[in-house]
């Protein structure tokens, strides 16, 4: 395995994207759960005897999401959409757009699984406790609005303190409930890579048809923690021909994956979950 030395300017380089990056899609990933909440908040003050959603309720919460990615998802293919390596011709710009669509639809698919297993959760909770609805409204409205609901409902739960002081055991789907957050921002950085990916491919395959060779021959695995260890030091400037994998070693618990990318798909949870590692393309060999 080949590792290049990545040189410190380059390092704060990355490190300054990383940090852009991150306050990109924590503003994004925000908006969604504030959304979500919102949406979380009318549910369980609207509680009824039925269990899950409504096809109505289902529908407003899939076009929402949908506009939401959507939104995320077209300011990173743009990237690509609007490059000069792209042929102006409009099959590409459909292609490209389709992918711009189908990964906004993958990520609602993967947020909409979450949110149900939560609705889930709450039925739970609401069917096994009582749930003070305006200890509830009150919470909402003392905490941010992003703020997690899952504390909020186990607070709003009647008794929840006598219940803890008695050594009561409450029921662990009480805590079934998993914030849409990490999630959502884990497939927002992974949206960024891949557009970046897109855009390499794109520039090579140009390059290819107009000279014969790549552009990039190479790439290497950037890592962008400063200063204290996370899972992917050991891999950093790991560096592997265009087309190749890398041999990603998680350095916490040892799993290793085959990644083409940072939140390659195809790579573990262990691996892929959220990541701000980065990837750079280029013609030096090693
Ligand atoms: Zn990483």
Known sequence: MFYREIPLIKKKFYLMKKAKSKRRNLKATRRVAVYVNSFIDDYILNHNDEYGLSFEQQTILTNNLLQLNSAQVYKDYSRIINSRYVDTNTLDKIILRNQADKKALSITTAQLERINKNIKAIDDVVTKYEVKVDKYKELIKKYPQHASRKGIIT???????????????????VFGYNEISPLTESLYRQSEVQSKVGLKEAENEKSLQENGELKYAWKTWVWTGS??????????????????????VNDATGEVDMMRYPLDPNASFSNAGICYCDIEYHNNPP
């Not at 709003?156 to 662990?172: L, V």
């Not at 996370?230 to 041999?247: C, I, K, P, Y």
């Open 155 to 173: 607070e709003s739960i009647k008794n929840i303190n006598y219940m803890r002081s008695s050594g009561i055991n409450i029921q662990p789907h």
């Open 227 to 248: 200063g204290k260890t996370t899972r992917h030091r050991s891999n950093d400037g790991q560096t592997v021909a265009f087309d190749d994998l890398f041999e990603i």
